[in-house]
């Protein structure tokens, strides 16, 4: 699991990389999706820079190969090149909140017709492994929890490009969230609701999850638009 406090990622990073040994895609793409990982769980913070020459060998990877893992990451909007000074993990804006939440919207709520059983499940165990993990203390993995139960409902569709546009648009919300200070002060009340959507779906009212869910995303985009605002994004 991930630590409250992110200080030292190598050892997650380690296994990250172990995860994937199998996986066939070129190794710039591997490295791409341990770094989006890492993100996703809330191991590399905004305006963090990574370095290649910590990267490299935990990722075990070449310097060209770590570059091109860096490029891949820049185009999905998760890193930055600063001129003369390195790659860093980008910083959200408000606008992208908006794009962001934009986009959750029309997957997320169409993708609710398309539930079914085996679905349904998949949501909840996002939502069970958010509870425990609050009932635990650890508030950025009930943030993960979070991400997960969103992208369970995001693969309802069943279809591979949601996924993997729904993969990048959770990282770049992850990011977000590190902007939004304390981790329980945003997210226990949307654990709960999240609890609540899955309810409402097991008892056959998709009408009424796709009311609470667009209320949800509503709620979640003013309130990281607010703390965006005061921040001067």
Do not use: C
Not at 19 to 43: M, P, T, W, Y
Not at 111 to 138: I, N, Q, S, W
Request: charged share 30%.
């Amino acid at each position: 699991m991930v630590p409250e406090a992110v200080l030292d990622f190598k050892d997650r990073l380690v296994e990250l990389v172990g995860a994937r040994k199998r996986d066939r895609s070129s190794a710039a793409e591997n490295a791409a999706a341990v770094l989006r990982d890492l993100v996703l769980e809330g191991g590399l913070a905004p305006g963090q820079q990574v370095v290649e020459n910590d990267l490299m060998p935990l990722l075990e990877v070449s310097r060209n190969t770590l570059r091109e893992a860096f490029r891949l990451l820049t185009h999905e909007k998760l890193l930055e090149h600063k001129l003369n000074r390195g790659v860093f993990v980008r910083v959200l804006t408000a606008a992208d909140v908006v794009d962001l939440f934009t986009v959750r919207r029309m997957v997320e709520v169409a993708g609710l017709d398309l539930a079914d059983a085996a679905g349904v499940a998949r949501m909840a165990a996002a939502v069970e492994y958010g509870e425990t993990a609050a009932r635990e203390g650890r508030w950025v993995d009930v943030g993960t929890a979070n991400l997960r139960f969103h992208q369970a409902i995001s693969a309802l569709s069943g279809s591979s490009r949601i996924d993997e546009l729904m993969r990048h648009v959770a990282a770049e919300l992850r990011l977000g969230f590190h902007e939004m200070g304390e981790p329980r002060a945003f997210h226990e009340s949307y654990l709960r609701r999240n609890r609540e959507i899955v309810d409402t779906l097991a008892a056959g009212d998709t009408a009424a999850a796709q009311a609470q869910l667009r209320s949800y995303l509503d709620d979640a985009e003013a309130e990281m638009l607010a703390a965006f605002t005061e921040m001067g994004r």
